[in-house]
């Protein structure tokens, strides 16, 4: 009689992006290693937010991450330091072949915390039927984002977090990179720039935006014709192929404000093996195997996956499959904005973009706004001092 298999359990984020290519590398491990299971589990975005990856650590043994948390993977050393378990010439290969900083967003205080297999940055989405339909080219300039918008046919979505994460985005076009200093968050000039333009914007949009995050606007785009253009928000390839939805989306590079083109705020995900499993060794070949350049630039994008490495944005069949969404946009990803990484900014994530988004709803002034942010960054800074 054949032993027990060794039941190793995985959480993700419930999306097909998320969930579906972890699925089908698991069955294929399972094929490969009849003694191992593999189970992933699913939880929404807010989950993510509401639950310290930290303590899922103690009941799983991979867990998908924000590149933002590996700050408090180094103070916790809850999850293992990859370059410490995988070979030396893997870790070179991830590292060269990474769209934009996703490899080395997972790396801090000297360690790699976790392999970049998922990479994404807010990019343009956009129903090119509708457009050449309605012989409306695809918006180059802010401008002509502002025109499409005052005809009602833009989406973005409005969330908190979104918006804050397009408040970088702003800040940085109007000149400044914000966290330079540990006294506000940006200047109170950049900021009320920023403000100002996102104002004139948001104001324009449909308001079941404000209640939308990527997902339900890419769902929005591909399930109907009310919108034909969205500026700015974490793409999801999936919406671009056959078959997913009523109708396919295209992908491309960020617009240009005042002659600079605007740039957006790193996602994607990463693959942590916890420090507490029992069957270490397989969850690192497994976590090897998901973030290899040959599963990532095949399978893992044919199952529904948005990979991590390089040549898998770069692969000619992918392109086909995804619209040429991956060749389309990868210069606004190679371009995007690195959010900070230190223990405590998640608190700072989780909170900041409330004020953003009452300053747009017309609730508080910008400079409230701002002000709330900053007592909100300081505070993020004292879990950063405490814990560090």
């Keep these: 009689m054949s032993s027990s298999p060794k039941i ?9 992006r998320g969930l579906v290519p972890l699925q089908a590398c698991a069955q294929r491990f399972r094929e ?3 003694d191992v299971h593999i189970e992933w589990r699913q939880r929404t975005l807010q989950e993510f937010a509401d639950y310290p990856i930290e303590k899922l650590t103690e009941s799983y043994d991979l867990l998908i991450i924000d590149h933002p948390w590996v700050g408090c993977a180094a103070v916790t050393n809850c999850v293992l330091p990859l370059d410490e378990h995988l070979s030396e010439e893997y870790i070179k290969n991830q590292k060269e072949n990474q769209v934009g900083g996703s490899h080395d967003s997972y790396n801090y205080g000297g360690h790699q915390w976790a392999l970049a297999v998922d990479a994404a940055a807010p990019v343009p989405s956009f129903r090119k039927d509708l457009l050449d339909e309605n012989q409306t080219r695809i918006p180059e300039t802010w401008d002509e984002v502002l025109d499409l918008a005052k005809k009602g046919k833009v989406a973005a979505p409005a969330i908190p977090i979104d918006l804050l994460m397009n408040f970088y985005m702003f800040c940085q076009v109007h000149g400044e990179v914000p966290f330079r200093s540990e006294e506000e968050v940006i200047s109170e000039e950049t900021a009320l720039k920023a403000f100002e333009t ?7 949009l449909d308001k079941r935006m404000f209640k939308a995050n990527p997902i339900k606007v890419a769902e929005m785009m591909s399930s109907s014709n009310d919108f034909w253009y969205c500026p700015f928000a974490y793409g999801y390839s999936n919406y671009t192929r056959r078959g997913y939805a009523d109708y396919q989306l295209h992908y491309g590079d960020l617009v240009k404000f005042n002659g600079k083109s605007l740039r957006s705020t790193l996602g994607g995900t990463g693959l942590s093996v916890s420090a507490f499993s029992k069957h270490k060794n397989e969850a690192l070949e497994f976590a090897e195997m998901v973030a290899s350049e040959n599963y990532q630039t095949t399978e893992f994008v044919m199952h529904g996956g948005q990979p991590g490495h390089r040549n898998a944005w770069l692969d000619e069949q992918n392109n086909v499959l995804n619209n040429n969404c991956f060749k389309e946009s990868l210069k606004s990803l190679d371009d995007s904005y690195l959010r900070p990484r230190y223990n405590g900014y998640l608190y700072f994530q989780d909170h900041a973009g409330d004020p953003v988004q009452d300053f747009l709803l017309g609730k508080i002034k910008a400079k409230e706004a701002l002000d709330k942010m900053n007592k909100i960054y300081l505070e993020s800074l004292k879990l950063k001092n405490d814990k560090n």
């Design 8 to 16: 190793l359990k995985g959480i993700t984020w419930g999306h097909t």
């Design 198 to 204: 996102m104002e004139e914007f948001y104001s324009l």
């Design 32 to 34: 490969l290693y009849p």
